[in-house]
């Protein structure tokens, strides 16, 4: 047994132990998958245990190293809190879909409150299904949105705290006719056509919830569209098309629209607090506590009698929670 171990190699192998795939490790800690084998494999010979099971097909924790893993995160966990008491942890990343979104800025603005000697910034990717990606990468550390929309296989791989339910609304154009009420029943949508970013390949889980509110009641999710880029832009085809845009209470009229909110029922859309599993940094339990005070606080988890979600959203967060 050395004496000592090189940080740099247990991060390897975490990485390692949470991908299950050499290639994918490779990508978060940007790094050559050549050279993150030799880290590997070097580790294992300074322990003098194998650590990893690897075949063609897939790669799987040893013993060895199942007893390894947690030692090794505590390791690097104490490592990042010491850096980070002499001012050298690096910024938290933490994706807010949208500056038109109130749900991620909130928990973000009260998480700077209560960590105010970390960097934690701010980023807009627009949609889960891509900062799931990025956050697998190691490129973003945590994101917002709805966790039960991710494919099963990247769910598998991350981990969550629901957050809020957060009803939904209508963007509309203020000639429409349904601008003048103050909350738009459902069944008022009949027969209309809604934007729900349709063939957006960022945004796949929102298209999807939009899909199972709107599919047994008669309205139709708009077709894909070329992508929007911009606010000015957003408006042009808004105004083009005349179609009401499908939203959440909290988000932003833009000029020439009104914002609704949409009832009997209350569609919620259920958001979460994404991370991957294993994530070690000193400012995300700042994040994590901010969130759930803000929903204690607010009542973000309480659903109203008439709320509605989806039966996969049930399934999937009483599994996880």
Known sequence: ?????????????????????????????????????????????????????????????????????????????????????????RPLLVDLNSPNLDTGRRVLHRARELAPEHEIMARFESGLAHAAAEVLAGRLDASFGRFAGLDPGLRARLDHQHVRYEPMALLLPEAHPLAPLAAVPLAALAGETVYAGAGNPRTPEWTDLAHRLFDPRGITVAPP?????????????????????????????????????????????????????????????????????????????????????????????????
Not at 75 to 84: F, G, V, W
Not at 262 to 273: A, E, G, R
Not at 283 to 300: D, K, L, N, S
């Open 1 to 89: 047994m050395p004496a000592h171990l090189d940080p740099r190699l247990l991060r390897a192998f975490v990485t390692v132990a949470e991908e299950l795939h050499f290639t994918r490790a490779a990508v978060r800690l940007y790094l050559a998958q050549q050279a993150l084998s030799r880290d590997v494999r070097r580790l294992e010979r300074e322990l003098g245990a194998e650590l990893f099971v690897r075949t063609t097909r897939q790669v799987t924790l040893t013993a060895d190293g199942e007893r390894l893993l947690p030692y090794a995160r505590r390791a690097l966990e104490a490592q990042d809190e010491l850096l980070a008491a002499f001012g050298q942890a």
């Open 225 to 321: 569209a070329p992508l929007a880029v911009g606010e000015e832009e957003f408006q042009r085809l808004m105004a083009k098309t005349g179609h009401p845009v499908l939203a959440v209470v909290g988000f932003a009229a833009l000029p020439g629209t009104v914002v609704r909110p949409l009832v009997d029922p209350i569609p919620l859309s259920p958001v979460s607090l994404v991370w991957r599993k294993g994530l070690t940094h000193p400012a995300f339990g700042a994040v994590r506590r901010a969130a759930a005070e803000i929903a204690e606080a607010e009542g973000w988890l309480r659903r109203p009698e008439t709320g509605w979600i989806p039966d996969v959203d049930e399934s999937v967060n009483s599994v996880h929670h």
